[in-house]
């Protein structure tokens, strides 16, 4: 990598940091070169053609192999798979155990887990990250973990009592997380409670988003510099690995949904049309009370729990609306009139279904701060003999694997400050933990959190701040990040060592 040249004097902690940076050429920056606007600047749309109106099928789940009570036991391998998303195309992906995305994980409360990855990526570590999950710090798939090509290792944790909630999993080597993901590599992991307050008659419904850009030979091509600077969006969302999947229910029925922003970098913002939505629970699990909402804004790695009324026979979808993100240069994906998911509502009158409860759970204040932290996002970019070089940066570094950033206590109650001071949404996300969002303040207008809910990664929007309350309970090193994966394999993250 060349260093020469930079205009910009303020990159010392880039250039500390070379595999930060994304090198690009000037002819792909769009309105830079002699080609600005073709293929490289504007993401090729795909001519492939996926079936939509296919019955949603239910995820697979993974096996419990245990014996005994209160253990939940199982194998998972990550490997080259090939999956057909349209009619005579293979499609090379990376799968957990044949399939993308990967098994649903579905565990009591209060269970011990184990589960044995086998990496069978070629010449690739991995991890298994349990994002959002309760899990003790050298359990949980960080960078400093690898998993090398070829071998195993189990992850075991307890999930206490309280932790029921829609996590998941996914890789988290260093420098190739986005690229595992993107390729296939994800899976919901639901912790069930031991009492749950949801009528049965609801169903449990888990609904994965991914987002699926196909070559016209089947294949998924290679990033460009336009995916990573905003990070990669494909061309086809889909649901469970399906596009447009459908799902039949009789007039009157509620259903409940966990909804899953498995995307690399896609923000979802949606509703449905004609079907009432009230959320039930946020990444870490159920509200104290259903909040109405007439559309939801799910960022990379977010999850909500909805109860949809269909109470009009007919077809209902879950549809797209417009979300402006902050875009860089050309190749604006549309945001809105994507359909996702079609329900068809029968004439036939539900059975008679119990109402939803007015008190889900009680969900404890995090209280008074023991400490104030403040986070900076900001985007460097600069331009060398070579090109066009791009940072994502935290508090003005980049990420360093051999660098403590912020040490804390156990226990200890803090406020953290993130402050998005660059031109794009960055969603933050924490591991280790599940964090209270006190407000969110733009252009000097503060809002206070409409409701109380645990979350392990929250939108902060360029131009705004967002202070949220988190107490880490375990020791061990913590990673912090944007979760729109390109960005934080180009430097958007930092280690938090919490000391016991
Ligand atoms: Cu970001």
Known sequence: MHRRGFLAAGLATVLASPRALAQMKMDDMPGMGAHAGHDMAVPPQSAVVLPEGETLRDLPLLANEAATSGLFKAKLTAEPAKARFAEGLD??????????????????????????????????????????????????????????????????FELPEGSAGSYWYHPHPHG???????????????????????PLEYGDTVLVFTDLRLAADGTMPDSTTVDLMNGRVGDHVLVNGQKNPALAVPVGAKRRFRLYNATNARFLRLSFDDAPMTIIGTDGGLLE??????????????????????DKPGPTTLYTLDYDRGWMGAG????????????????TPAEAIPPLPDRLRPIAQLGAPA?????????????????????????GAAFDMGRIDVVSKAGEVELWEIANKADMDHPFHVHGTQFQVVEHERDGQVSKSAYLAW??????????????????????????????????????????????
């Open 455 to 500: 979350k392990d990664t929250v939108n902060v929007a360029r131009g705004e701040t967002v202070r949220l309350l988190l107490r880490q309970d375990r020791p061990g090193l913590r990673m912090y990040h944007c979760h729109i994966l390109e960005h934080e394999q180009l430097g958007m993250m930092g280690i938090v060592d919490v000391q016991a």
């Open 176 to 198: 190739k997380t986005a690229e595992q993901v993107y390729r296939g590599l994800a899976g919901a992991f639901v912790v069930k409670p031991k009492v749950d307050p949801i």
């Open 371 to 395: 400490v104030n932290r403040r986070f900076v996002f900001t985007e460097t970019m600069a331009m060398n003999a070579n090109g066009m070089e791009m940072g994502f940066l935290i508090n």
């Open 289 to 310: 009370a259903p909040v109405a909402a007439d559309d939801i804004l799910l960022s990379p790695a977010e999850r909500l729990e909805l109860i949809v009324s269909f």
């Open 332 to 347: 604006r994906p549309a945001d809105a009139g994507l359909t996702l998911f079609t329900v068809n509502v029968s004439e």
């Open 91 to 156: 499609t090379p992906i990376l799968a957990y155990n044949g399939t993308s995305p990967g098994p649903l994980i579905e565990v009591v409360e209060g269970s011990r887990v184990e589960i044995t990855f086998a990496n069978r990526i070629p010449d690739e570590a991995s991890t298994i990250h349990w994002h959002g999950m309760p899990v003790p710090a050298d359990q949980d798939g960080n960078p400093m973990d690898p998993v090398a090509t070829d071998t195993e290792r189990t992850y075991s």
